[in-house]
Each structure stands twice: as structure tokens, then as C-alpha cells.
């Protein structure tokens, strides 16, 4: 076993943001585990805070190197001490593989928790991350709830690395000797995460001569906290005691109105153009409207329906 423990005042750096991000967290934990620096490094804070890690690798069948990776994560957990689990995730088709795999990897974290009566799945994104998930949201239009970028927590989901930097986990893993795995994908730039990664930001950052990670995490945080203040505010103004009046949909601030349509109707988020058709909806210019996923949104007596196109 490697004697991390041993060593923990490499750590110590890092435990002050670890311990304020799991403070209120019991364990069992899941840490999702592909091998990679990022999450080899939260392993080792979670085993060092005492939260009881299972190691979960999420084979997605994509590559064909990714059972061998699988070993490798198994060997590396029992080498810190921590309990492993491997789960085969099944992509369903269509477009957007990243996308299709990463709902494919949440619902296999999601089963192992509840499998192994875990409080709460930690996955390892970084303050890189957060920075380069801002600007991916910016070129797919979204607006301020999708410029906050990832949440720290997101049901059972906690992120408790959103304030760390890649390099600083990158060095804790080489001064505890600690071997990661590299996934080729991330040299692919026909990802568009890659290609922000690895051509953008630094280009974006040479123009502003400045490090841009802590200025995009950092409006982040700042949006994040205002959007969560006007979802508060969406929520207490409609729908009514449970009701869904169109009328008051259609009488409230645009701001607020759209946020209520968005919470309403849930997942899959709906569009700028969804949003405003649903609004066509409650101020009775249209009666209906079809939306993405196979809903339609109708006024009936009064009220806001949504069900399954037929």
C-alpha cells in the first residue's frame, strides 16, 4: 500500500478548500475514478479526510484500452487503501457523444451509491473546468444560469475541487509517486472542450496577458449565486400554491417569467424560443406549443398544462 498517510504534509496545501467544500458530508463516499490526475488526487483527499472513497470506474466501451484502464484504477485504489468498483455504462445513440457519455457515467455513479449507501457522489472537476465550461456555455448561447457553469453541489453530486487548480492535483499526484493514467481523447480537438483547452484559452490568455482561469471560475461563483436569488424569487411568484395560471405567468417580469417556465418544465431545459412560445402560451396568443423531448405546453381553463405528444 502506498503510505499517503505518511506523507501528509503534501497534502496540506490542499486540505483547508477539500475540508470546507465536505465539511457538512458523511461517509461512505463514491469518487468517481477514471485514472486521470484530477481524480486520483480527489481519491487521496477523500481517504486523508476520512470520508471511506469507493473508487468507481465508469467503463463507457468507447476505446478499447478503457478495460486495461479499468485494472489500472482497481490496482490504484488498493494501493491508498480505498474500496473499487467498476461499472460498464451503456452510451445511448445519437449526437453529442460527450454529452450522451456523461449522462451515461452519472447514472452509473448515481447506481453505485445507491449500491454501496453512499452519502454522496464527488467528482473531480476543477477550477480549469469550471473556467473552460463558461466558455463553452458562451458559444452555445446560454444565458446567465448557464454562464455560472458547474455547481459546487448539484443534488448528490459535489464538486469539492471547483476552487483547485489541474497543475496543483498534477503535482500532487507526482510528489506522492502516484501513476495516472492519460486519456488520448483529451488530445482530440475535435472535441470542443479540447479545442478551448488547448487552443483557446491559452490564445484568449495571451490577449488579456493574464491568467483567465480565476476571473471566468470567479464570475461563475458571482452568477451562480445571483441566478440561485432570482430562481428564489421565480419559484415564490408562480406557479400559484401549486397552480399553474397563465395569467399571473403572463403578468410577472420577464426576468422572473422566464425562470419560471425553465423550473416548470424541467428537463431537458428548454430552449430561448421554447421559453418564449410557452409565454405565447400563458398570455393567449397561441394555444399550444410543441417543445424538444415530445411535449406540448397548452392553456386550458385558465392554467399552463404540460404532457407527451402523442
Known amino acids: ?52 472513497p469507493v473508487a468507481v470506474h465508469v467503463d463507457h466501451g468507447l476505446r478499447p484500452e478503457s478495460h486495461r484502464e479499468q485494472c ?7 494501493s491508498v487503501g480505498a474500496v473499487f468498483d467498476g461499472r460498464a455504462a451503456r452510451v445511448e445513440p445519437g449526437s453529442n457523444l460527450e454529452a450522451r457519455a456523461r449522462d451515461a457515467r ?26 473552460e465550461t463558461v466558455l463553452l456555455n458562451v458559444l452555445r448561447g446560454s444565458a ?5 457553469g458547474m455547481r459546487a453541489r448539484r443534488g448528490r453530486v459535489v464538486r469539492p475541487l471547483l476552487a483547485t487548480r489541474r497543475a496543483e492535483l498534477a503535482a500532487l499526484c507526482d510528489a506522492l509517486a502516484l501513476p495516472v493514467l492519460h486519456d488520448p481523447m483529451n488530445d482530440d480537438e475535435s472535441y470542443r472542450r479540447v479545442a478551448l483547452r ?25 452568477l451562480g449565486e445571483e441566478s440561485d436569488f432570482l430562481d428564489a424569487l421565480a419559484r415564490a411568484a408562480w406557479p400559484v400554491d ?57 392553456r386550458t381553463g385558465g392554467r399552463l398544462l404540460v404532457d407527451a405528444t402523442e
Not at 447514472?107 to 451509491?113: H, Q, T, V, W, Y
Not at 488547448?198 to 458571482?222: H, K, M, N, T, Y
Not at 403578468?251 to 422572473?256: K, P, Q, T, Y
Request: hydrophobic share 50%.
Open 144 to 148: 446567465a444560469t448557464g454562464l455560472a
Open 242 to 298: 401549486g397552480e399553474t395560471p397563465a395569467r399571473e405567468l403572463a403578468a410577472l417580469e420577464s426576468v422572473l417569467a422566464r425562470r419560471a417556465v425553465r423550473q416548470w418544465l424541467g428537463p431537458p431545459p428548454p430552449s430561448r424560443a421554447e421559453v418564449a412560445r410557452v409565454l405565447e402560451v400563458a398570455s393567449g396568443t397561441c394555444r399550444a406549443t410543441e417543445l424538444a423531448g415530445g411535449r406540448t405546453v397548452r
Open 198 to 222: 488547448r487552443s483557446v484559452v491559452p490564445l484568449l490568455e495571451q490577449l488579456a496577458a493574464r491568467d483567465l482561469v480565476p476571473v471566468l471560475a470567479g464570475q461563475a461563483e458571482i
Open 1 to 52: 500500500m502506498i503510505a499517503v498517510a505518511d506523507r501528509g504534509e503534501l497534502l496540506t496545501p490542499l486540505r483547508p478548500r477539500f475540508a470546507a467544500a465536505t465539511s457538512d458530508i458523511d461517509p461512505p463516499v463514491v469518487v468517481g475514478c477514471s485514472g486521470g490526475a484530477d481524480s486520483v488526487a480527489l481519491l487521496v483527499l477523500a481517504m486523508d479526510a476520512g470520508l471511506e
Open 72 to 78: 489500472h484504477v482497481a490496482a490504484l485504489a488498493g
Open 106 to 131: 452519472y447514472r452509473a455513479l448515481e447506481a453505485a451509491r445507491a449500491d454501496h449507501a453512499a452519502t454522496s457522489v464527488l467528482v473531480a472537476h476543477t477550477a480549469d473546468d469550471q473556467a
